[in-house]
């Protein structure tokens, strides 16, 4: 049996991580130093694009929008955890 976890990396080394970034936010925030916001761009691949419709109509709106709160929604997960 092997301790890797899903990403291939032990439970160990993936504390360690985390750790260190937290390290590193808590240095910044002592320092009045920002991270740069994240930034998220929604792409469409071709053969989803068809799927979607042309930008600017309701259904690309309405497909875009929840594509972006799917990706809110990762982020603010990660956000959480790495806490």
Do not use: C
Not at 9 to 37: C, D, T, W
Request: proline share 7%; glycine share 8%; hydrophobic share 40%.
């Amino acid at each position: 049996m092997s301790n890797m976890g899903p990403s291939g990396l032990s439970p160990g080394i993936i504390f360690s991580f985390k750790e260190l970034y937290r390290r590193v936010q808590e240095a910044f925030r002592q320092n009045n130093i920002e991270f740069a916001h994240r930034n998220v761009t929604i792409y469409f691949p071709p053969e989803v694009q068809s799927l979607v419709g042309s930008p600017g109509t309701p259904q690309a709106k309405a497909m875009t929008a929840a594509a972006g709160a799917a990706a809110a929604g990762v982020m603010a997960a990660e956000q959480e955890q790495a806490k």
